[in-house]
């Protein structure tokens, strides 16, 4: 059975996060959704929110679990028995950071592959940073670009009253 976990800061999910995650349902018996908290970070979110995004947005796929984790993803890949890592790909420049991971990682655990997936052309330019810094002026923006229940979320932290 191959357990491909899909690690990521989901701060908060997009529909580039989901079309990666939809792909990987397809390809993989069993997707971990692996949400990292990352205590040098300064997430928008808490890790209970966005496994709660992740989850409403998620439910309809039977072999989809969500999670989260701190550490090393290897070390976390080892408890779940998972042996494939899914990353998406956006650009050039996420391709030479990821390159480095999947080398380390690889030297950690030489039995878990890296997969990459090119990202859906409509979401080459998304990320979460670029939907918090709009949604921070004009979150019905973003509407095209993240779940209802995320929209929902950052109208609520930016105090936008619906009409």
């Known amino acids: 059975m191959s357990i491909a976990v899909v690690p990521g800061s989901f701060d908060p999910v997009t529909y580039g996060h989901l079309?990666?995650?939809?792909r990987a349902t397809k390809a993989f018996d069993y997707v971990i959704v692996a949400v990292l908290n990352n205590r040098a970070k300064n997430p928008m979110f808490t890790v209970e929110e966005r496994m709660h995004f992740l989850q409403e947005t998620t439910s309809s796929y039977s072999n989809v679990q969500v999670d989260s984790f701190d550490g090393l993803l290897v070390d976390y890949m080892k408890?779940?028995?998972?042996?494939?890592?899914?990353?998406?790909?956006?650009?050039?420049?996420?391709?030479?950071?990821?390159?480095?991971?999947?080398?380390?990682?690889?030297?950690?655990?030489?039995?878990?592959?890296?997969?990459?997936?090119?990202?859906?052309?409509?979401?080459?330019?998304?990320?979460?940073?670029?939907?918090?810094?709009?949604?921070?002026?004009?979150?019905?923006?973003?509407?095209?670009?993240?779940?209802?229940?995320?929209?929902?979320e950052l109208k609520e932290r930016f105090n936008v009253k619906e009409p």
């Open 79 to 152: 408890q779940k028995n998972a042996n494939v890592i899914v990353k998406g790909l956006r650009a050039i420049s996420d391709f030479e950071y990821e390159l480095q991971m999947a080398a380390i990682n690889r030297k950690l655990a030489p039995t878990i592959e890296t997969f990459f997936m090119m990202t859906n052309h409509q979401f080459s330019f998304l990320s979460s940073s670029i939907v918090k810094e709009v949604a921070r002026y004009n979150p019905d923006e973003v509407s095209d670009l993240v779940p209802p229940n995320v929209l929902k």
């Open 19 to 22: 079309d990666i995650i939809v």
